[in-house]
Structure formats: structure tokens, C-alpha cells
């Protein structure tokens, strides 16, 4: 197969972990016989210095014209100014709205051989293997925003809406993942006092009836769902939810596996490329060091390949050699609990031992 894959390396850590992510990439296409042709382009902090903006017209421009795109990280404290004029993570929502990218696929299995690197009580944890799906393009990210005079000071608003089809979509896809995994779906709003989320309910409803029947499916309000995800995460299959709860009911699932650093992230649209990054974020504090975990990138080209460009074998050699090397002890200083631990290059070289 041919395919022409973009590379986002991005700010802070993001260019060592995609360095790493692109050696796998090129040995599985060497193994497997396939040939791709990657270009590596600006985003976020490094292409406001260089372009002042987070998503320079030609960064967009070869996305569009590519198969898939790996994404490392934007931002960092250099461009945290409140009052900047622009800001590196507008860079990332921009893309994800230009390329229609409006589920965001993030899941959560804690690696059994890490549930002591968790928070969370190893009874808790077993059996944890959840698949958030979240709405990305919509919601109270991108509606209406301002400030206004106010008696006291200023007014500032942002309007959260959603409507009927971008429900319609992301519950398809969800429902669709769930009849591929247990067969249950959890649909997370608040529809107890927001009326966007009654269109929510209402729709999700409809289309699981119509479509799905077949389906175990649940409403779970979205406070109610912050707790159940720390008391009894072993119980959710395929979460589905709204921009914003999805942002932070992750960043809240994201502790289940102990570490951020293994957490590969997913953004699809109907057509055209899919974006794949890791869910951290650009962890200012330790780059440079060589000590970031690669293996949260390395997981998200899995990802790429299997839903790209449908190498579901390629996919599963990269997640099985990962598995691999966790399960022979090596650990990335975020997950070695204070023990030994090896660098990110050393630790992408277990993974290509192990690829073969
Ligand atoms: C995420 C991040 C982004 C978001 C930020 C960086 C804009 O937190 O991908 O979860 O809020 O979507
Ligand atoms: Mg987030």
C-alpha cells in the first residue's frame, strides 16, 4: 500500500515522541512491504513564531491532501499570554474543525501490569477497558463568544449548542464501535438542566431505538458519571458524550491506566484523513530531557493504521509489541514508580526489537 502521512511534531515534547512514532512507522512499512511518504509541517507555538499563526494555510492545506496525520503536542508557557493575539491550541481546534473531524475516539484499558502505577485500587481497575467517544467539532467549543459592558466590570459568554445531525453522527459512530465491543453504550449529558442536552437525550434515544436496538444502552448525567468513572469504571464499554464533558471526563479516565504517557487518541470524520495524537499534552516541564514516554504516539499510529488505512494486522504488531515490552518490566519514568526507568529513545528501541 501507498499512503502519504503527515507529521505534526508540534510544541514541547511533541517532536521527540513523533521522532519516535515515525521510526515504528517506517519498520512496519518495511516489514509489511508498504511504502509511505511522510511531511512533517507546523502547528501550535512553533508555527505562531514562525508564521504567527497556529495553523498556517499550508499546514492545512497538505492534511487535507494527506491519508492520515500523526499529531505530537501544541502548546507551552511561552504562548500562555491571556492576552496574546492567538493562542497554540487554537491551531489544534482549527484542524479538527476544518478536516470534519467530529468523533474522538480515546481508549481507556490500564495495562494489568501497570494497575499499581494507578491512583485507583487494583479492584477497582480490573477488567477497565472503556472506549470514550467524544464530539469534537461542536458544543460550547465552538459557539458563539464575546464580552459585553457589564455594571460591575464586563459580560462574557460562550454559547453551547448542538444539533440534530451532529448528534445523529456521533451516535452512530459510538453505537456502531459498541455493536464491535461488548455491545454497550453509555450516553453522558445533563440533561436535567441544559436544554442542549435534552436534544441530546432525545436524539441519541431515537437512534439507538431505530438503529440499534440490539444494544445495551444507558443515560448517565454527567456529575453522576465523574463518580461512577472512579467507583466503578469496569462497568462502561463505549462512553459517548459532548465537547466539553468528553474533555474532561477523559482527563479524568486518563488516571484510571495510571500514566498520560500511554494514552493514544483518535479524531475521525466521514471522509478524508483521520489526525491521531497522544492525549497528553505538550509537558513543557520535562522536554528536551529525552525521558518523555513514546508509547502513547507509538499507540496512536496503531490507531492510524488500523483506521486510516484499514492495516488492522500492522496495527495490532505495533500494540502487541508494546504490550510486549510493559510486560518485560521496562518502564518510562512516569510509570516506573520511582524505580530504574529507560529514555524515550531506549524505550522506542525495545519497541522495534520487539516489532522485528
Ligand atoms: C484535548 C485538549 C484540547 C481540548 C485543548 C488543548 C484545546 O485538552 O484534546 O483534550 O480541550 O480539546
Ligand atoms: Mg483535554
Not at 492576552?83 to 490500564?110: D, S, V
Not at 461542536?138 to 444539533?163: C, D, L, Q, W
Not at 461512577?228 to 477523559?250: C, E, K, Q, W, Y
Amino acid at each position: 500500500m501507498n499512503a502519504k502521512i503527515i507529521l505534526l511534531p508540534g510544541d514541547g515534547i511533541g517532536p521527540e515522541i513523533v521522532k519516535q512514532a515515525h521510526r515504528v512507522l517506517k519498520q512496519v512499512a518495511e516489514k509489511f512491504g508498504h511504502h509511505f511518504d511522510y511531511e512533517s509541517c507546523p502547528i501550535g507555538g512553533c508555527a505562531i513564531d514562525e508564521f504567527g499563526d497556529p495553523l498556517p494555510p499550508q499546514t492545512l492545506e497538505a492534511c487535507r491532501n494527506a491519508d492520515a496525520i500523526l499529531l505530537g503536542a501544541v502548546g507551552g508557557p511561552k504562548w500562555d499570554d491571556p492576552t496574546a493575539k492567538t493562542r497554540p491550541e487554537k491551531g489544534l481546534l482549527a484542524i479538527r474543525k476544518e478536516l470534519g473531524l467530529f468523533a474522538n475516539l480515546r481508549p481507556i484499558n490500564p495495562h494489568p501490569d501497570l494497575l499499581d502505577a494507578s491512583p485507583l485500587k487494583r479492584d477497582r481497575l480490573e477488567g477497565t477497558d472503556i472506549l470514550f467517544v467524544r464530539e469534537l467539532t461542536g458544543g460550547i467549543y465552538f459557539g458563539e463568544s464575546g464580552r459585553k459592558p457589564h455594571e460591575s466590570g464586563e459580560e462574557a459568554y460562550n454559547m453551547m449548542t448542538y444539533n440534530t445531525g451532529e448528534v445523529e453522527r456521533v451516535i452512530r459512530l459510538a453505537a456502531k464501535a459498541a455493536q464491535g465491543r461488548r455491545g454497550k453504550l453509555t450516553s453522558v449529558d445533563k440533561a436535567n438542566v441544559l436544554e442542549v442536552s435534552r436534544l441530546w437525550r432525545q436524539t441519541a434515544e431515537r437512534i439507538i431505538q431505530e438503529e440499534f436496538p440490539d444494544l445495551e444502552y444507558e443515560v448517565v448525567l454527567v456529575d453522576a458519571m465523574a463518580m461512577h468513572l472512579i467507583s466503578r469504571p469496569a462497568d462502561f464499554d463505549v462512553v459517548v458524550t459532548g465537547n466539553m464533558f468528553g474533555d474532561i471526563l477523559t482527563d479524568e479516565a486518563s488516571m484510571l491506566p495510571g500514566s498520560l504517557g500511554l494514552l493514544a487518541s483518535a479524531s475521525l470524520g466521514t471522509d478524508g484523513p483521520g489526525l491521531y495524537e497522544p492525549i497528553h499534552g505538550s509537558a513543557p516541564d520535562i522536554a528536551g530531557q529525552g525521558i518523555a514516554n513514546p508509547l502513547a504516539t507509538i499507540l496512536s499510529t496503531a490507531m492510524l493504521l488500523r483506521h486510516s488505512l484499514k492495516l488492522e494486522e500492522e496495527a495490532i504488531a505495533i500494540e502487541n509489541a508494546v504490550d510486549a515490552v510493559i510486560k518485560a518490566g521496562h518502564r518510562t519514568k512516569d510509570i516506573a514508580a520511582g524505580g530504574d526507568f529507560v529514555s524515550t529513545t531506549e524505550m522506542s528501541d525495545l519497541v522495534l526489537a520487539q516489532l522485528g
